[in-house]
Nanobody, 119 residues
Framework: QVQLVESGGGFVQPGGSLRLSCVAS????????MRWYRQAPGKERELVAG????????NYADSVKGRFTISRDNAKNTVYLQMSSLKPEDTAVYYC????????????WGQGTQVTVSS
């Protein structure tokens, strides 16, 4: 069955770094655009970063530009989110999303990993 399993979350002080990973299985990873979303308590889920099928194009929320980097390894069915210069406002549950818009379409989500930035 389809699975997206995130890991790498945790507790970090402001200014610190974390690297999130999301391992996919059960579908053709290399045919899907990959995205990272986050949801803070009391807020709507927001798109943090996205990467195209072959990794040729990326996009970021303004709030994380210059601090976060999304990448993927299609040989390992894995997408990463390198987070640096973390701020307390980055605290959220981070979700991995796989999206295919051409037929057969698909839209899959992981269970999320908690990131807490606090002194």
């Amino acid at each position: 069955q389809v699975q997206l399993v995130e890991s790498g979350g945790g507790f970090v002080q402001p200014g610190g770094s974390l690297r999130l990973s999301c391992v996919a299985s059960g579908f053709t990873f290399s045919s899907y655009h990959m995205r990272w979303y986050r949801q803070a308590p009391g807020k709507e889920r927001e798109l943090v970063a996205g990467i195209t099928i072959r990794g040729g194009s990326t996009n970021y929320a303004d709030s994380v530009k210059g601090r976060f980097t999304i990448s993927r390894d299609n040989a390992k069915n894995t997408v990463y989110l390198q987070m640096s210069s973390l701020k307390p406002e980055d605290t959220a549950v981070y979700y991995c999303n796989a999206l295919r818009v051409s037929y057969p379409t698909g839209d899959y989500w992981g269970q999320g990993t908690q990131v807490t930035v606090s002194s």
